[in-house]
């Protein structure tokens, strides 16, 4: 739940930095678009990066361009959640790992359960729960480690499959737009029934624009997700090679 909502006001934060954002680029988008009509064509090669994204965005309509943003907004708020969580997870497990032997063989199994209450992460957690199945029996502990180190997996992949959605969603949802703008351009043209290309030039620039900002936010997630999985990926395979050397100072404790 506390996940839930630390996305959620992330989200918010982004929306409203969004929304005030916009409030201004609307405004200066249309003056900017004005006084470069006005000017010399010279100048459009002038405008800096930031303008002339802020003018794009304004020139491919609300409608799917919102869309696109909101699936950005949502993305991005998953994804540093994501890697804020990861971040935390990760733990020195060669250190964890000497620091449990120690105490095993100074002060027993209860000795090296405190180091892992002590100790953030789900390598910790999966310790803790080998170790207190120790009474059971070796196999018993090993199923334990198994079975919590599958319920810490789940938890390190949680919500990432959102991402992978909002990857696949806004490049589709740029494609829309682009059919949209095309059959618009035609309608135009049936109406007029003419092929004047200032009917249509407006309507295909619009299609085009939503497909490149559609693509652009994929890219962006694209990266993030990539960097998300392979971080869990290196917390798994540290999970894993620390389960099997607890499995080994656990079968020499009990020599």
Known sequence: MKR?????????????GTVNANAYTTTSAAAIVATVTQA???TADELGFHQELKKRFIEGGPGFMGIVLLCLI???AIAIERIIFLNLSTTNTKKLTQNVEDALASGGVEAAKEVCRNTKGPVASIFYQGLD??????DA???????????????????????????????????????????????????ANDMQPSLVAGGIKVALLTTVFGLIVAIILQIFYNYIIAKIDSIVNDMEDASITLMDLLIRNKK
């Open 141 to 191: 502990a090993e199923k334990a480690v198994v079975a919590y180190g599958g319920v810490q997996m789940g938890q390190l992949e949680k919500n990432v499959s959102w991402i992978s959605l909002f990857i696949a969603l806004a490049p589709m949802l740029g494609f829309m737009g682009t059919v949209i703008g095309m059959i618009q351009a035609f309608d135009k043209i049936e109406a």
């Open 133 to 138: 199945r120790t009474d059971e029996g070796i």
């Open 74 to 76: 949502l993305g991005l």
């Open 4 to 16: 839930l909502f630390s996305i959620l006001a992330i989200a918010g934060i982004m929306a409203f």
């Open 40 to 42: 010399d064509p010279a």
